[in-house]
């Protein structure tokens, strides 16, 4: 599907969610428009002495429930329409999962692959720079996303701390721990959607040996969903980067394949013992083909729109964890809906991220850190209790999950919009 129009195809799915959620229509035509934009340029001078100048964005989308929050992404494709889609998620997801956040996101428009590490951090300040007015601890907090990691929030955070004159760690979060980030904030997003299935798990009964998994995708929440599930006994039987992929029946030794990519940057189809990695038989598959393999649990985990109504009648998994934003287009979703395949959506599937980025944003806040066994309880108690409830809502009206997850938004953002007035209360007069 063309990228154009993804923000107006993100916000169709309000429409739907609307007539579940019992809110007052005004709160839905709020939603429908960001609430601030800006548009920056950054021009970084390069290793060899020439000038780039790059495109960079900041939506905020709705800020009703608290700051705006979400990460800024490093990426060719990054436009504006793509930032504000990826902006109104966000205010989805921290209300699905009730921490008290509006949504926003940020991208440069880059291939940070090209760049060297000295001109990627020149990039990272100089967005800052940019961005300062619009960002801040109580106002917006950014975090990590697709190519950006906790190195370069230290970056901004430290630029940012710099310009203000003032240390700032709540300013971003996915920092690097030394510095402010929180334990378990690295692996959060792939945990927070293992602990979804686990919840699925319970309901269906099914054991763990007996369930194949695709990972399409394996960066920072593709590896982590994998190597929980993996140890945990489920056969994670493919696995593709931006390269292509890997396919055996058997399923993979999904740590050793972390450490080669990892270590080479590629997916191999390899098996470690200690630093010796050895190849085991498998077949090559393109993501194209991941996508469509018989399996019982796909799990898109890079961009959106890679399921669309061209490929969506030959998906075959029954059960789609979407741990990347927005990997099913509204059209290719509709026809997985009709064809009763279950979509654990991405406002709930990978909320695991921001809900450890709260966390680390209170801990900054209190100057007072907690244990990694604290992190994963907060975020399992979190994850369970919000899988269950937008679990309860689809069971209970007969819909599907990603609707049933956005009435769950809906009610938690309208409520919130309400309680500030609302035409039915204004044109009431007295009181
Ligand atoms: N970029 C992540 C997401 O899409 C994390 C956002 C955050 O931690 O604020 O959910």
Same mark, same amino acid.
């Given at each position: 599907?063309?990228?154009?129009?993804?923000?107006?195809?993100?916000?169709?799915?309000?429409?739907?969610?609307?007539?579940?959620?019992?809110?007052?229509?005004?709160?839905?035509?709020?939603?429908?428009?960001?609430?601030?934009?800006?548009?920056?340029?950054?021009?970084?001078?390069?290793?060899?002495?020439?000038?780039?100048?790059?495109?960079?964005?900041?939506?905020?989308?709705?800020?009703?429930?608290?700051?705006?929050?979400?990460?800024?992404?490093?990426?060719?494709?990054?436009?504006?329409?793509?930032?504000?889609?990826?902006?109104?998620?966000?205010?989805?997801?921290?209300?699905?999962?009730?921490?008290?956040?509006?949504?926003?996101?940020?991208?440069?428009?880059?291939?940070?692959?090209?760049?060297?590490?000295?001109?990627?951090?020149?990039?990272?300040?100089?967005?800052?720079?940019?961005?300062?007015?619009?960002?801040?601890?109580?106002?917006?907090?950014?975090?990590?996303?697709?190519?950006?990691?906790?190195?370069?929030?230290?970056?901004?955070? @430290?630029? $940012?701390?710099?310009?203000?004159?003032?240390? #700032?760690? &709540?300013? +971003?979060?996915? /920092?690097?721990?030394?510095?402010?980030?929180?334990?378990?904030?690295?692996?959060?997003?792939?945990?927070?959607?293992?602990?979804?299935?686990?919840?699925?798990?319970?309901?269906?009964?099914?054991?763990?040996?007996?369930?194949?998994?695709?990972?399409?995708?394996?960066?920072?929440?593709?590896?982590?969903?994998?190597?929980?599930?993996?140890? @945990?006994? $489920?056969?994670?039987?493919?696995?593709?980067? #931006?390269? &292509?992929? +890997?396919?055996? /029946?058997?399923?993979?030794?999904?740590?050793?394949?972390?450490?080669?990519?990892?270590?080479?940057?590629?997916?191999?189809?390899?098996?470690?013992?200690?630093?010796?990695?050895?190849?085991?038989?498998?077949?090559?598959?393109?993501?194209?083909?991941?996508?469509?393999?018989?399996?019982?649990?796909?799990?898109?985990?890079?961009?959106?729109?890679?399921?669309?109504?061209?490929?969506?009648?030959?998906?075959?998994?029954?059960? +789609?964890?979407?741990?990347?934003?927005?990997?099913?287009?509204?059209?290719?979703?509709?026809?997985?809906?009709?064809?009763?395949?279950?979509?654990?959506?991405?406002?709930?599937?990978?909320?695991?991220?921001?809900?450890?980025?709260?966390?680390?944003?209170?801990?900054?806040?209190?100057?007072?850190?907690?244990?990694?066994?604290?992190?994963?309880?907060?975020?399992?108690?979190?994850?369970?209790?919000?899988?269950?409830?937008?679990?309860?809502?689809?069971?209970?009206?007969?819909?599907?999950?990603?609707?049933?997850?956005?009435?769950?938004?809906?009610?938690?953002?309208?409520?919130?919009?309400?309680?500030?007035?609302?035409?039915?209360?204004?044109?009431?007069?007295?009181?």
């Amino acid at each position: 599907m063309a990228k154009q129009g993804i923000f107006d195809d993100a916000i169709k799915r309000l429409d739907e969610a609307f007539e579940h959620a019992n809110i007052d229509p005004e709160a839905l035509e709020k939603l429908k428009h960001p609430k601030a934009i800006m548009q920056v340029s950054i021009p970084v001078r390069m290793d060899d002495g020439t000038l780039r100048v790059f495109d960079g964005y900041r939506v905020q989308h709705d800020d009703t429930r608290g700051p705006t929050k979400g990460g800024i992404r490093y990426h060719p494709q990054v436009d504006l329409d793509e930032v504000k889609a990826l902006a109104f998620w966000m205010t989805c997801k921290c209300a699905v999962v009730g921490i008290p956040y509006g949504g926003a996101k940020g991208g440069i428009s880059v291939n940070p692959k090209e760049l060297s590490r000295m001109e990627l951090e020149r990039l990272s300040r100089g967005f800052v720079q940019r961005m300062a007015d619009f960002i801040g601890p109580d106002t917006d907090i950014p975090a990590p996303d697709v190519y950006t990691n906790p190195m370069i929030m230290g970056w901004m955070m @430290d630029e $940012y701390s710099k310009i203000k004159r003032i240390h #700032s760690p &709540g300013v +971003i979060t996915g /920092k690097p721990v030394e510095i402010g980030g929180s334990l378990g904030r690295g692996d959060a997003t792939g945990r927070g959607a293992y602990y979804c299935i686990k919840e699925l798990e319970k309901k269906r009964g099914w054991k763990p040996e007996e369930i194949t998994v695709a990972v399409q995708g394996f960066g920072n929440a593709g590896q982590a969903v994998a190597k929980l599930l993996h140890d @945990d006994g $489920y056969k994670i039987v493919a696995i593709s980067d #931006s390269q &292509g992929g +890997i396919y055996s /029946k058997d399923g993979f030794d999904v740590p050793s394949i972390i450490k080669t990519k990892n270590d080479s940057r590629q997916v191999k189809a390899v098996y470690c013992d200690g630093a010796l990695c050895t190849a085991v038989p498998a077949d090559t598959v393109t993501n194209a083909e991941l996508l469509e393999l018989d399996v019982d649990i796909l799990i898109p985990a890079a961009l959106e729109n890679v399921i669309t109504d061209e490929n969506a009648k030959n998906i075959k998994a029954e059960i +789609i964890v979407e741990v990347a934003n927005g990997p099913l287009s509204s059209a290719g979703d509709r026809i997985l809906r009709d064809k009763k395949h279950l979509i654990l959506p991405d406002i709930l599937a990978n909320a695991g991220g921001v809900t450890v980025s709260y966390f680390e944003w209170t801990q900054n806040k209190a100057g007072f850190y907690w244990t990694e066994e604290e992190v994963h309880q907060r975020l399992q108690a979190i994850m369970t209790r919000e899988f269950n409830n937008v679990y309860d809502i689809m069971e209970r009206k007969k819909i599907d999950m990603r609707t049933a997850a956005y009435a769950h938004a809906l009610s938690r953002i309208g409520t919130a919009i309400s309680s500030l007035g609302t035409h039915a209360f204004f044109s009431n007069g007295t009181h």
